[in-house]
């Protein structure tokens, strides 16, 4: 296996909600630049298992775990397992996340509880896990989005509550982590081909408009980003908000 300057080696990394669209592109991502990634899924486990995969065969080592997002013993769970098999944890990527649309009079209770166990409680319990197995050095970056700095249609509020409530976490995790060697940051990004938000969804021909670069970005745009605040490179970086949304925000 060849890891002379791969800026990663020797790293390991677990990145949530990775076995599609931009979890899977950023664990394909961290593996090129030659950590090892641990990836966890909910409902895709054919899809995560092509990840890992595809990561094996490019000669990198990949694990797929099964953890809901919104279920902290899950979290835990999977968390530890990959700090039991590899050694430590390096790298989280908090990516896991769902949406609820609709009017906010009318999103069942229950649908909000779910998006904040997952776009909440999960980043923090899988944040507060990792931190037991990462020394200095270590890398916390948590996926966003645009939809803080401009909520570009209705209907979103709720999802755009729990991203807020992740960039109040990340600024504060700062603080807290700093003295350890530990950086936090969040990417934001804009409209991006998914499962979520596909190019040629029900919002699509309303947003791209709007996009500077005229395009909707794809998941390879949101992981170079992240590869970059988990390099070395990136070791004066913490507290960013990185804003990848091909100009929609500006």
């Known amino acids: ?20 669209s931009i979890g899977a592109a950023i664990a394909k991502r961290l593996a090129a630049d030659g950590a090892t990634v641990a990836i966890t899924y909910n409902a895709s486990p054919e899809r995560a298992d092509a990840v890992v995969n595809q990561i094996v065969a490019a000669g990198r ?8 997002a919104g279920n902290p013993q899950a979290v835990r769970a999977a968390i530890d397992e990959v700090a039991n098999r590899f050694g430590r944890v390096d790298i989280l990527v908090n990516n896991a996340g769902i949406s609820v649309m609709g009017a906010p009079e009318d999103i069942a209770f229950e649908d909000f509880e779910r998006i904040l166990a997952v776009n909440v409680t999960g980043v923090f319990v899988a944040t ?7 020394g200095h050095g270590g890398r916390i970056i948590n996926i966003g989005s645009s939809m ?11 999802y755009t509550l729990t991203k807020g409530a992740l960039t109040g ?19 934001h990004p804009g409209p991006t081909d998914s499962d979520m938000n ?8 309303f947003v791209r408009p709007n996009i500077a670069v005229g395009r ?14 988990a390099s070395p490179e990136a070791g004066f970086v913490t507290g960013a ?7 929609f925000t500006a």
């Not at 596909?198 to 021909?205: F, L, M, N, S």
Request: glycine share 12%; net charge negative; aromatic share 6%.
């Open 169 to 187: 976490f990340s600024r504060g995790l700062v603080r807290d982590l700093g003295p350890r060697g530990i950086t936090v940051n969040t990417v």
């Open 61 to 68: 080592q990949a694990l797929a775990l099964v953890a809901d």
């Open 148 to 158: 803080v700095q401009y909520a570009a249609f209705g209907t979103a509020s709720a």
């Open 128 to 134: 507060q896990q990792a931190l037991r197995h990462m």
């Open 198 to 205: 596909p190019a040629e969804g029900p919002v699509a021909d």
């Open 216 to 229: 909707y970005g794809e998941g390879q745009d949101i992981a170079s980003a992240v590869a970059y605040l």
């Open 1 to 20: 296996m060849n890891t002379v300057n791969l800026p990663l080696a020797g790293k390991v990394a677990v990145v949530t909600g990775g076995s599609r």
């Open 241 to 247: 908000e990185l804003m990848v949304d091909g100009g």
